[in-house]
């Protein structure tokens, strides 16, 4: 308990003293070779946000594990393969069973003549404007970006988007808005000894435009939770502190940004672990480690909390489905490394009320949903086919309200 309460002072003393703390006003920084340090001291007024037609950015997913995208029909679903591979199934909508992403008869599913089967692959998936995205490691070091068909029939190489991460883990994410992707590592440059710039990074799928929205050469630093809505791209800046006595790198963010195309700034100065956006009735959904959710209208400028964190809860990362708020606390569980706090999902109704509390512990990982299903990762693997192979499990929202458990969707390997 000790080691806990060390974390949390810790936490707050970064809420209030660390990083940008100015409350001053100002437009917005055109967005040309923009360093986070010279525009974090102010707040940039949010009049100027404009959110255009909505595009199916699948900005509802858990930006932090990304091995879940939605297709035409069903979800797509990445996972560890074997050999160093990674295992593209798809779950239909109307079975929920779980079957590779190949159609070739007598297919054992095993090695690289197989459709779902990527090899050196990132155990990650994005779906945007009918095609797959994933992220291949070549032998060059580099990271590719590669498009899919959604059948998997046909892979093409699109263009490289950096180096292969220190420990070439699943550390690069993307957001894709307005035919563009932006591309960011979501451990900046805290695993390094030496300060290293990082960015967020924007190259159009036709490889027209290729720059840098963002730059920040601080150390410790990190780009997170990059979102799009409504034709925007937002995102997270934060800084880390290594805490000795819990063994710990603790996160303090300096506050949520925006960028439109041509300007960018801060327009929320607290320390945010994730947000979500209600772009219809423009409101931000936004959680402060320690404090809780914020309903932040931004037509009224009702800046208001509306769930307030208790011990298991917090730091929670935040989705949003267009009718229900999902609160999960898997991280806030890791950095904390106690039995007294448990694995859930909070289900909140947009006041802030609680309408369901579900039991995660044993998921891997927490993808949240779209408007018909929430999912996780069962911890664990099954033995399949001779393999060890996690397996997808599914809420349907129509029973969130009084759900008490989890089906898990088979998979079908013949």
Request: with cysteine; charged share 25%; hydrophobic share 30%.
């Amino acid at each position: 308990m000790k080691k806990i309460m060390s974390l949390i002072i810790t936490v707050f003393l970064a809420l209030n003293f660390a990083g940008c703390v100015s409350q001053e006003t100002k437009k917005e920084t055109v967005s040309e070779n923009v360093r986070v340090e010279d525009i974090c001291d102010t707040t940039v007024s949010i009049d100027d946000i404009k959110f255009s037609e909505l595009e199916d950015s699948q900005s509802y997913w858990n930006v932090f594990t990304h091995s879940v995208a939605r297709g035409e029909y069903g979800y797509y679903y990445a996972t560890f393969g074997g050999n160093g591979s990674t295992l593209l199934g798809y779950v239909d909508d109307e079975s929920y069973e779980c079957i590779p992403l190949c159609n070739k008869a007598q297919c054992a599913h095993n090695d690289e003549n197989c459709d779902a089967v990527f090899k050196g692959y990132m155990q990650s998936v994005w779906y945007y404007k009918d095609f797959l995205y994933l992220i291949k490691y070549n032998n060059e070091g580099k990271a590719v970006l590669v498009q899919v068909k959604p059948d998997g029939t046909e892979r093409k190489d699109l263009f490289e988007i950096g180096n292969i991460p220190v420990d070439s883990s699943n550390t690069y994410n993307l957001a894709f808005c307005n035919d563009c992707v932006y591309i960011y590592d979501r451990t900046g440059n805290c695993r390094l000894s030496e300060p290293v710039q990082i960015n967020i990074r924007k190259i159009s799928l036709d490889k027209k435009t290729d720059e840098n929205i963002i730059t920040s050469d601080e150390s410790n630093v990190i780009f997170d939770a990059v979102k799009s809505y409504g034709g925007n791209i937002f995102f997270i800046y934060s800084n880390t502190e290594y805490n000795r006595e819990t063994g710990q790198n603790v996160t303090t963010s300096d506050g949520l940004y925006y960028y439109s195309g041509d300007k960018i700034g801060k327009i929320i100065d607290k320390n945010i672990s994730d947000y979500s956006i209600d772009v219809d009735n423009k409101i931000i959904y936004y959680y402060v480690i320690n404090e809780g959710l914020y309903k932040y209208e931004l037509q009224s400028k009702n800046d208001v909390l509306i769930y307030k964190s208790e011990k298991n809860s917090s730091l929670c990362q935040v989705s949003f489905d267009g009718e229900y708020l999902y609160l999960d606390n898997r991280r806030w569980c890791s950095f904390a490394m106690t039995s007294e706090f448990v694995p859930e999902l909070w289900v909140l109704d947009t006041e802030g009320n609680v309408i369901n509390v579900l039991d995660t512990g044993e998921a891997n990982n927490t993808f949240f949903g779209d408007k018909d299903n929430i999912l996780f990762e069962v911890y664990g693997r099954s033995e399949i086919s001779g393999r060890s192979i996690h397996k997808i499990a599914y809420i349907k929202k129509t029973e969130i309200e009084n759900a008490e458990s989890w089906s898990e969707a088979e998979w079908q390997m013949q």
